[in-house]
């Protein structure tokens, strides 16, 4: 089998209107404010550096609904970033960024993949030798992981793959 390397990343909460930051001097709290961008940028950086196969986002890209422009932006360019490098990205959403939420019309870059409210397999070849079907388990779902096989058509369970998602718990 041919070697691989991801990086797995969740929670992002770009642009995370952060409670209490009048109690603190400007410069901390400008720090304190740009610190979700900073640690995206930084995560971004990391898989550009160490060249890795794909990049998985399992969910709360944003802290809410109504996502920030800025954040949706901010997004938008680490994904393109990679996508430059040569690095596939693989993304659902979460509690806090639900499908249904507010999203400006940005185009994404190819090589990034938003999975959607369906069950669904994504093939990615890597170095030719074998294919990984993606799999996204809409969140929230109210099942057990044990039964989560069941979702799967028989086909899916032969060679490698990866699952990931984004729960509520």
């Known amino acids: 089998m041919t070697p691989f390397s991801f990086i797995h990343t969740a929670d992002l909460h770009l642009d995370s209107p952060f409670t209490g930051l009048r109690q603190v ?23 550009i550096r ?20 800025r954040a ?6 680490g994904l393109r970033k990679l996508a430059q490098a040569g690095i596939r990205s693989f ?11 507010w999203s400006a019309s940005l185009r994404w870059p190819g090589g990034v993949h938003i999975f959607g409210p369906e069950l669904e397999s994504v093939p990615l070849a890597l170095g030719g030798c074998f294919t990984v079907p993606w799999v996204a388990i809409p969140p ?7 039964q989560w ?4 058509p028989q086909t ?9 998602i984004h729960t509520g718990c």
């Open 149 to 152: 096989m069941n979702c799967w």
């Open 50 to 69: 160490r060249k890795v196969d794909f990049f998985l986002v399992a969910g709360d890209v944003y802290d809410a609904s109504d996502r920030s422009l």
């Open 156 to 164: 899916w369970i032969t060679g490698l793959w990866v699952t990931f």
């Open 25 to 47: 001097g400007d410069t901390v709290a400008s720090l304190i404010k740009d610190a979700t961008f900073r640690a995206f940028d930084n995560v971004v950086d990391l898989a």
């Open 91 to 101: 993304v659902c959403h979460g509690n806090h960024d639900p499908l249904d939420g």
């Open 72 to 77: 949706q932006l901010k997004f938008a360019d």
């Open 140 to 146: 929230m779902r109210p099942m057990p992981p044990a």
